[in-house]
């Protein structure tokens, strides 16, 4: 573990992550958008990381669910130890160049890895790659991510696209969580033993599926 990143020891065990947006109740009321907070837990329910969402007022208000942001986490000392970075870009298979991209970073100021989506006209895809840019996984999502009284789940495959290893579930948490706030629960789930800089990049594909795919709740009243 002395090779780690400092600050991702704990997720060296991890196999199973938990992310569980923390709703201002400015936003709840009145669908202002403020800045997300989040507490990422262990499958026991401990908290292990806090993160916090910064953009300004234009982005959240205006840019909506392509905004650009950083993603400051820090663990329960306050120390930062992950930084997800999302430029503002495009969100159509209209225009294939300009897809999403994000990059994490871990400690902040090292490239950890990226999360980049890829054109497909019928299903959500993303490619995880390591701080060489060089492909490690895939992320393939539902035809359909609206996820009305059940689970959605994100599957993590291998390069081939034949073989799953996990996860990124958005969990249904009830009509109040799901249709009157924009709240965020999601898991999850990797092999153990895979790269902590990938568990971390991990996290922030997370943080972008959340945003593209189930942003806008409020929206839909």
Known sequence: TH????????????DRIIIHQQVELLEAILGT???SKYEIKNHLGQRVYFAIEEND????NLC?????FTIRIADNMGQEVIRVIR???????????????????????????????NWDPFLPKFTIQNQSKEDILKIIGPYATCGCFEDVDFEVKALNEMTTIGKISKY??????????????FGIQV???LDVRIKAVMIGACFLIDLMFFENSLDTL
């Open 3 to 14: 090779n780690l990143p400092p600050g991702l020891e704990y997720l060296n065990e991890l």
């Open 33 to 35: 958008e403020t800045h």
């Open 57 to 60: 007022c234009f982005d959240r």
């Open 64 to 68: 909506s669910s392509i905004r650009s």
């Open 87 to 117: 430029p503002l870009r495009c969100n159509s298979c209209w225009f294939p160049c300009f897809l999403q991209k994000l990059e994490v970073q871990s400690p902040p100021g090292t490239i950890a890895g990226y999360v980049v989506q």
């Open 172 to 185: 249904w948490s009830g009509f109040v969580n799901n249709v009157f706030t924009n709240t965020a629960n």
């Open 191 to 193: 092999p153990v033993d």
